[in-house]
């Protein structure tokens, strides 16, 4: 079955950084586009990043551009996010997320369970 | 950017009602519109993709409607399992962020 397992959450200070991976199984990895999306606590959801299944097209959200990296290593059927800059709303927990189709972005079919990420000093 | 709205942003109901849930988006996206249950402390899951059409393993109960600026998902006879918040995301790639609506937290009545 699919699984997605993220890691690398902690607590960090304002202006540190910090790398999260998505540890994916369970579906042929280097198919698929691949996302990050975060939840503050008690808000809502938040995209994050995209990255397209062969690393060629990444996008990311406004309020993370410039010090984000999404990347992929499709030979360890691993997705990353390096986090950079960070500042105290960044604290989130952080969720990977695989497109449904490969062809187009029309959902997330499937989500890990999430890893905390807290800025404070 | 595109800006999603939903209302309500708070529902109260009882089991076996008919419940409605409408997004509106700032732009039109076509169809490109997805909805999700996401539980407390538990990721989101997927319903709805391409505006209508039910995600494998979904109850039947669970619909969605509409296109362009205004969309609805609708909860046929609310469940004990339905209770949770619903989010509506755009996922127009043309323009590359996939924004989610804020939310509508559906409670017990």
């Known amino acids: 079955q699919v699984q997605l397992v993220e890691s690398g959450g902690g607590v960090v200070q304002p202006g540190g950084s910090l790398r999260l991976s998505c540890a994916a199984s369970g579906f042929t990895f280097s198919s698929y586009g691949m996302h990050w999306v975060r939840q503050a606590p008690g808000k809502g959801l938040e995209w994050v990043a995209f990255i397209r299944y062969d690393g060629s097209n990444k996008y990311y959200a406004d309020s993370v551009k410039g010090r984000f990296t999404i990347s992929r290593d499709n030979s360890k059927n691993t997705l990353y996010l390096q986090m950079n800059s960070l500042r105290a709303e960044d604290t989130a927990v952080y969720y990977c997320?695989?497109?449904?189709?490969?062809?187009?972005?029309?959902?997330?079919?499937?989500w890990g369970q999430g890893t905390l990420v807290t800025v404070s000093s | 950017d595109i800006q999603l709205t939903q209302s309500p942003s708070f529902l109260s109901a009882s089991v076996g009602d008919r419940v409605t849930i409408t997004c509106r988006a700032s732009q039109g996206i076509s169809s490109y519109l997805a909805w999700y249950q996401q539980k407390p402390g538990k990721a989101p899951k997927l319903l709805i993709y391409?505006?209508?059409t039910l995600q494998s393993g979904v109850p039947s109960r669970f619909s969605g409607s509409g296109s362009g600026t205004e969309f609805t998902l609708t909860i046929s006879s609310l469940q004990p399992e339905d209770f949770a918040t619903y989010y509506c995301q755009q996922l127009n790639s043309y323009l590359p962020e996939f924004t989610f609506g804020p939310g509508t937290k559906v409670d017990i009545k």
């Open positions: 391409a505006a209508s």
């Open positions: 997320a695989k497109d449904r189709i490969r062809v187009r972005i029309d959902g997330f079919d499937y």
